[in-house]
């Protein structure tokens, strides 16, 4: 065991040490990278008054942190990613050097003063969650059970209970990660689609796989009623305004309309580093020229919502964004606009964020509510912090790495715990030896952490004596939240009754009447009695009934309901629904809650609404999901309902159809699947002639084709380019026509050679290869062809082009894309750095049985 006091750190701590937010100051544009001594980068930390940074572990007692949990013995224990990005090459990401460490504080000051290895030679270990006795750790392909049976810091168990978690390669954001005890007593995880029920036994347990929808890349975190987040690299929130689990039946979870309703608010994602970040993968392009800082997030992850006790009351809810390039966290403020969950800035006027360092080296990769009710971060205190994949020969970022030595800094890490002055952090408990009666107590804490574990604990221990004092609980606590896990809990032990349910969904606190629908969605697929009294019960607020409506859908979705179940469930949802005619995301709800009733919901609401306006979003909404279903019958009617509507109605609808097309969508996400009619419909050409002048249906037509139509053998359409692509195309048609054209033809068909059928070099036109795989396309621009096409031989090979740069191997993928009726998606500059950073070996041309290849 390393046992490491930490006086200066304490020191530090209990003087409160902060650095006050400040107007902005002068930046340093290409800043000093060596690495500075725990102490001193606390100190180039600014925070927003009135919080503090408190270091309370750094290296050697950490190194390369990247997540971390509180066991049930009251330690601290941290996944360190020993292996990651060592160098600019990534050599040996896949050694086994990962390890997770236990930390302890043996005085209670808040400082970690011991330290043990518990675990090691672990390969990308990436995930970690307390349980009773022990952890689950993640390193691809397995999720380990890890205990320590003898007291000495070090598990002397560990044991494989799960080996399909993620897989090993590629870059570390894009891998499953999280391991995130939701509130409703699934364990979810980021950049992932299969979420798990953990059955704890004697033997380390087993997981059960469940599906939901795919999350986001690293980080995942919830609120105090479940809603989930997750982000992209550049997106603070994906937007899962509606929960992925009532997405899933009718596959709108793919549809970003469903699925990613995210909201920001203005600028919300200009970030406000204090210090030059030239090192960014987007190059010159994605720093100020005034002071060479980072614009916009680049690359956010370990996100958190807090819900502690220890920040104030109006800190709990707000949403903490770490930005490790900007070397900043941002604080934001979940506000209800619309009816829509939108991310706004509180500092957004003063150009500052609530924590900022001038250190190079500050990497902010994760974030966590403690069990003492403050918020820690984790700084993997790092010289580089994109993965290999972005740090190749020849990149933007290999240089600066190099120029700057950031390939130097390895093996350190930091970890902070933020606090508020005034306020004294909790002790931290030992949840291991709590008592039923304890745990059931902490369902109630103030802080969430607590309620979480204590939830978590005995649901996993499936006792069913404590069922009698959760309803207890659940009638005499006075805290909402602790009611809310109380149903929970019960749901978990399968203790959930329709008694309960009745009386819960009376409650007077819209928390409780929301989380009582959603965990009664058993009891409402199986008795319809329920759906009635639930008919009955006054909703507190659009949120509540909100919940009903996708609590009752899934009685459209779920296989065995009953009809007369699925009956009362559509015939409740559709009056709940025209409650809030005007409310985006109720519409959203109701039509992700009524599958198969399209039709029969635009007809209620053409027959219904007095006032198109007030129909608008039904109308677009159930319009797009008819147009995108494929089905001729179905659009064909569709076409028929908005012929016999009034022209504003006409209106509206068509204005669904084009706005259902993918709004300028890259690589497959510009495709659009072809409505294909026998023959042109009559009620397509009696909307031409009534909106001939309307460039929404112009727009609409790229929906449709019939027998005769230029489209009608296509596998699919693209959608018209937008101006980038534009560009693309134009230069790319300069090239080809100065260079390409002697061979391929001005036609894209071909030219013969004198005296023989035979052409010179394929047709471009109608060639399923240059529609097909975009990359494919460009490795032959890159590296040439040779040999037999298809079995025919043609007289040259295809020249290399790899000399050119990106933009220009781009412009003429684009063109012979593009042109002569060919369908085929644009490739913007980026995608060829991508396919010629994979291939940077590649020496010699292709042959068509290489590209063959999957």
Not at 333 to 355: A, H, S, Y
Not at 439 to 445: Q, R
Not at 728 to 750: E, P, S, V
Not at 779 to 801: E, F, N, R
């Amino acid at each position: 065991m390393y046992i490491h006091h930490l006086k200066t750190f304490a020191l530090l701590c209990t003087t409160g040490l902060v650095i006050s937010a400040q107007n902005r100051l002068a930046v340093d544009k290409d800043p000093d990278v060596t690495p500075l001594e725990p102490q001193a980068s606390q100190q180039s930390i600014r925070m927003e008054a009135p919080f503090k940074a408190e270091l309370i572990a750094a290296e050697p007692m950490v190194n390369e942190p990247i997540v971390m949990a509180w066991g049930g013995d009251g330690a601290l224990y941290v996944v360190e990613l020993r292996g990651y990005m060592q160098d600019a090459d990534h050599s040996g990401a896949q050694e086994p050097v990962g390890q997770v460490v236990r930390l302890e504080d043996s005085n209670g000051d808040g400082i970690m003063d011991k330290q043990s290895v518990f675990v090691d030679k672990l390969v990308e270990p990436r995930a970690i969650m307390a349980v009773k006795g022990g952890l689950l750790i993640a390193a691809p392909p397995n999720i380990y059970f890890c205990k320590d049976s003898t007291g000495d810091g070090v598990a002397d168990i560990r044991k494989s209970i799960y080996d399909r978690y993620a897989g090993r390669g590629g870059n570390v954001e894009h891998k499953d990660n999280g391991l995130m005890w939701g509130i409703d007593n699934w364990i979810y995880n980021a950049k992932s689609a299969t979420r798990y029920q953990y059955i704890q036994d004697d033997k380390g347990g087993k997981f059960i796989e469940g599906q939901t929808g795919f999350r986001g890349q690293w980080g995942i975190t919830q609120d105090n009623i479940g809603h989930i987040y997750a982000t992209g690299n550049t997106t603070p929130w994906i937007g899962e305004q509606i929960a992925y689990e009532y997405l899933m039946h009718n596959k709108l979870v793919h549809d970003d309309t469903f699925s990613q309703q995210k909201r920001l608010e203005k600028d919300f994602k200009k970030v406000w580093p204090i210090i030059g970040t030239p090192d960014v993968q987007g190059g010159p392009g994605a720093i100020r020229k005034e002071d060479n800082t980072l614009h916009s997030f680049t690359a956010i992850g370990g996100q958190a919502i807090f819900r502690g006790d220890k920040l104030g009351e109006d800190m709990v809810g707000q949403y903490f964004i770490p930005e490790p390039v900007g070397r900043l966290v941002r604080r934001a403020v979940i506000e209800e606009k619309d009816g829509f969950r939108t991310l706004t800035n509180p500092l957004k006027g003063q150009q500052k964020e609530f924590m900022a360092s001038s250190d190079s080296n500050f990497r902010p990769v994760n974030a966590f509510t403690g069990p003492d009710g403050c918020l820690y971060i984790i700084d993997m205190y790092r010289g580089i912090i994109q993965d290999g994949n972005w740090t190749r020969p020849g990149s933007y970022l290999r240089k600066e790495i190099l120029r700057r030595g950031l390939d130097k800094n390895i093996q350190r890490g930091r970890i902070y715990r933020i606090s508020k002055d005034g306020i004294k952090p909790d002790a931290i408990p030992k949840f291991d030896s709590f008592s039923n009666d304890q745990l059931i107590k902490a369902l109630a804490h103030a802080n969430g952490w607590w309620r979480d574990e204590a939830q978590k604990r005995l649901v996993l221990a499936q006792d069913k004596s404590v069922v009698p004092a959760l309803k207890e609980l659940l009638k005499a606590e006075k805290s909402a939240l602790g009611r809310v896990h109380a149903i929970w809990t019960l749901r978990g032990l399968d203790s959930w009754d329709k008694a309960s349910a009745e009386s819960a969904i009376k409650d007077t606190d819209w928390q409780v009447q929301f989380t009582a629908i959603r965990a009664s969605e058993k009891i409402i697929q199986e008795d319809s009695s329920f759906i009635k009294t639930l008919a009955q019960t006054p909703l507190i607020n659009d949120k509540v009934a909100r919940q009903v409506i996708l609590s009752l859908g899934l009685c459209n979705s779920v296989k065995g309901v009953k009809e007369q179940n699925k009956a009362a469930a559509r015939a409740l949802i559709t009056k709940i629904a025209m409650t809030y005619p005007k409310n985006d995301l109720m519409v959203l709800s109701t039509i992700a809650s009524m599958p198969g009733q399209e039709e029969a919901l635009l007809a209620f609401i053409l027959k219904k609404s007095g006032d198109p306006q007030e129909a608008s979003a039904w109308l677009k909404m159930l319009g797009r999901i008819i147009i995108k279903s494929g089905d001729a019958k179905r659009v064909e009617k569709l076409l028929q309902m908005s012929i016999e509507s009034s022209q504003e109605h006409q209106e509206l609808l068509i204005q669904g159809f084009a706005e259902a097309l993918p709004q300028n969508g890259r690589g497959s996400g510009s495709r659009v699947t072809l409505v294909r009619f026998d023959k042109k419909p009559q009620v397509l050409s009696q909307l031409e002639e009534t909106h001939a002048a309307s460039e929404q249906l112009k727009k609409s037509m790229t929906w449709f084709t019939w027998p005769g139509e230029a489209r009608y053998d296509k596998p699919y359409a693209v959608v018209e380019m937008a101006h980038w692509e534009k560009d693309l195309y134009n230069r790319g048609k300069t090239i080809y026509n100065g260079l390409c054209a002697a061979c391929h033809g001005q036609d894209g068909m071909g030219i013969k050679i004198p005296s023989s059928t035979d052409l010179l070099a394929p047709a471009l036109a109608a060639n399923k290869r240059v529609e097909g795989d975009p990359d494919k396309v460009v490795q032959i621009l890159l590296h040439g062809l040779t040999g037999p096409i298809d079995g025919k031989k043609y007289s040259g090979l295809m020249a290399a082009m790899g000399s050119n740069d990106d933009e220009w191997i781009g412009s003429v993928t684009t063109y012979i894309r593009r042109a002569w009726g060919n369908v085929g998606e644009s490739v913007p500059h980026h995608q060829v750095k991508r396919v010629r950073a994979r291939h940077k070996d590649r020496k010699t041309p292709w042959t068509d049985a290489e590209l063959k290849k999957k």
